[in-house]
T-cell receptor, first 114, second 115 residues
Framework: EAQVTQNPRYLITVTGKKLTVTCSQNMNHEYMSWYRQDPGLGLRQIYYSMNVEVTDKGDVPEGYKVSRKEKRNFPLILESPSPNQTSLYFC?????????????FGDGTRLSIL | AQSVAQPEDQVNVAEGNPLTVKCTYSVSGNPYLFWYVQYPNRGLQFLLKYITGDNLVKGSYGFEAEFNKSQTSFHLKKPSALVSDSALYFCAVRDWNSGNTPLVFGKGTRLSVIA
């Protein structure tokens, strides 16, 4: 089954404790992306990747890092999480550099930073 | 810069009635337009897209959307709403003239279909 898998689905942690949210897709997509969803703000893009070893900042990259060492994986790293990073996070992937192709989304990761 | 506006935070409709969820966009070139739906505790699911061609696009679950270039709109429609259509709907746009710019989403419209 074609899917985007995020882990963990839920995480409560404390300020400053490094965390990684994993994202994996099994569709051989070139394009992968991370979004955060906040009430009243919709989805905002954090980082995206056009292919292996190619990453770019989205609209709200501050406080986040990503890497794309393999085509299927695109982890999101919070080196020193802060409460304003409490949010619902989605990973997405698509073929063709995300141009005309619809994105496939994971089921989300709800992060609470205390 | 590209942008999307969904002017209604909430749309309420009675089951069996037609529904419309509004979306307007702004791009400097030609748009790729998408609608996604989000059910509770799930990621966004693709409903339909407009790339080129016929202005009326048909998608999943009986939804359709009409591309109107002069009004820069891409409203989502369904002739007869179901209670199971209740969800959060997102419109998104990308300018296909602008290289690798990412997809830009609207803030979402919550649809409630009342039995």
């Amino acid at each position: 089954e074609a899917q985007v898998t995020q882990n963990p689905r839920y995480l409560i942690t404390v300020t400053g404790k490094k965390l990684t949210v994993t994202c994996s897709q099994n569709m051989n997509h070139e394009y992968m992306s991370w979004y955060r969803q906040d009430p009243g703000l919709g989805l905002r893009q954090i980082y995206y990747s056009m292919n292996v070893e190619v990453t770019d900042k989205g609209d709200v990259p501050e406080g986040y890092k990503v890497s794309r060492k393999e085509k299927r994986n695109f982890p999101l790293i919070l080196e020193s999480p802060s409460p304003n990073q409490t949010s619902l996070y989605f990973c997405a992937s698509s073929p063709v550099g995300g141009a005309g192709g619809p994105q496939h989304f994971g089921d989300g990761t709800r992060l609470s930073i205390l | 810069a590209q942008s999307v506006a969904q002017p209604e935070d909430q749309v309420n409709v009675a089951e069996g009635n037609p529904l419309t969820v509004k979306c307007t966009y702004s791009v400097s070139g030609n748009p790729y337009l998408f609608w996604y739906v989000q059910y509770p505790n799930r990621g966004l699911q693709f409903l339909l897209k407009y790339i080129t061609g016929d202005n009326l696009v048909k998608g999943s679950y009986g939804f359709e959307a009409e591309f109107n270039k002069s009004q820069t709109s891409f409203h989502l429609k369904k002739p007869s709403a179901l209670v199971s259509d209740s969800a959060l709907y997102f419109c998104a746009v990308r300018d296909w003239n602008s290289g690798n710019t990412p997809l830009v989403f609207g803030k979402g419209t919550r649809l409630s279909v009342i039995a």
